[in-house]
Structure formats: structure tokens, C-alpha cells
């Protein structure tokens, strides 16, 4: 019988509600039209309604959250639900979702927040936690959830081993990059992304 952890779904979706919350109480005070979207330097390239940015977008996250969830839970077994890299993936929704309202609604108000930072903040922060725990999952939960994987456990031991190292270096870099000028975080996630597939590509294609 599948197990869906109700718990998480159901704290996580209230959490991905707090957006519209936030919407409610400063929707007078905000423009016709919001960013949504900006580029490096922190320079909004992209406009919507405020009825869409302050109340579709969360509830978007929010149906993509309980998705994300419950396609997870359907997929899992009972060990699966009591690691903590499941339960780390399954906030990164909720959380990201309330950085980004908030940056929506305080750049409009006059803020100075830097929209560049506190993403790559927040990412940083999920790579470094991944990273510490993607070589606790074991071979048997991973084949049929994780594809393609290698073939055997020994190979799988060494990719996840040393993804685990490179997302926290990774993850770190990131952060790092937020003290200085925005091509540095470019740079950094770039590393992080060739690494993965460079490493992935190679046990996978090892015997």
C-alpha cells in the first residue's frame, strides 16, 4: 500500500500559501503591473498583472508543490520517507516561493533587495544540505527512482560520493559568489552544472 506523508504535504502547502497572505495585505499599495522576472545585474526584464504575481504564481507553486509531493510519496517506499534528503527536496518549493513573493512585493515598494543574492542564497544553501546527504541514499531505493543510474553499487557509491562533495563545494561557491560582482555567481553555478554532468556522464558510462 502506497504511504503518503501527510504531515509534510499538508505543513508544506500552508506554507505556500503565505505569498498570497502577503498579497492580501500590501495589494493597495502595489502597481497594476509587477516584476517577475530579473536578469544578473538585478534589472526587472519581465512584467505581469498583480492579480497573476501576487495570487497566481503561489498558487501555481502551490498545485506544483502538492504535485511534486504526492508523485513522490506514490514512488516511495517507508525508508524513503525517513531520509532527510527526501524531506530537504520536498521544501525547497515552499521556501523559494516565499523569497520570490517577497522580493515581487518589495521591489515595487522601493526596495533595494538584491534579487540576485538572495536566490543564489537560498540555492546555494539546498546544494550544500544535497550534498551532504545524496551518498546516504543506498543503491536499492535509488534504482527505479533515479535513471539512468549505474549499473552496479560500487559505481553508484563513487558518483553519489563525489556529487555529494561537488554540490557542497558547489553550494559553497555559490554563497561565496554573493559577496562579490554577478558574473562570479554565473561562473559559479556553471562550474557546479558542468561538474554534475561531467561526473554523472562518466560513472554512468564506466564498468
Known amino acids: 500500500m502506497k504511504h503518503i506523508n501527510w504531515k509534510i504535504l499538508i505543513i508544506t502547502t500552508i506554507v505556500c500559501f503565505v505569498p498570497i497572505i502577503l498579497g492580501m495585505v500590501f495589494y493597495k499599495q502595489l502597481p497594476e503591473q509587477m516584476p517577475v522576472h530579473f536578469n544578473i545585474n538585478n534589472e526587472a526584464d519581465a512584467y505581469a498583472s498583480k492579480n497573476f504575481a501576487l ?23 517507508q525508508e524513503m520517507h525517513k531520509m532527510k534528503l527526501i524531506k530537504i527536496i520536498k521544501w525547497f518549493i515552499p521556501i523559494l516561493s516565499i523569497v520570490v513573493s517577497i522580493i515581487m512585493i518589495e521591489v515595487p515598494l522601493g526596495s533595494t533587495v538584491d534579487v540576485r543574492k538572495s536566490i543564489s542564497f537560498v540555492i546555494g544553501i539546498l546544494f550544500v544540505l544535497t550534498g551532504n546527504y545524496l551518498p546516504k541514499m543506498s543503491y536499492e531505493i535509488a534504482k527505479g527512482k533515479i535513471y539512468p543510474i549505474p549499473k552496479n553499487e560500487k559505481m553508484y557509491r563513487k558518483m553519489t560520493r563525489m556529487l555529494g562533495r561537488t554540490y557542497v563545494v558547489g553550494g559553497i561557491l555559490i554563497l561565496f559568489s554573493i559577496l562579490f560582482e554577478p558574473i562570479f555567481t554565473v561562473i559559479a553555478i556553471g562550474l557546479l552544472v558542468a561538474s554534475t554532468l561531467i561526473e554523472s556522464v562518466y560513472y554512468l558510462i564506466k564498468k
Open 55 to 77: 495570487f497566481g504564481i503561489p498558487l501555481l507553486l502551490t498545485v506544483l508543490q502538492i504535485s511534486c509531493c504526492i508523485l513522490s510519496d506514490w514512488k516511495e517506499n
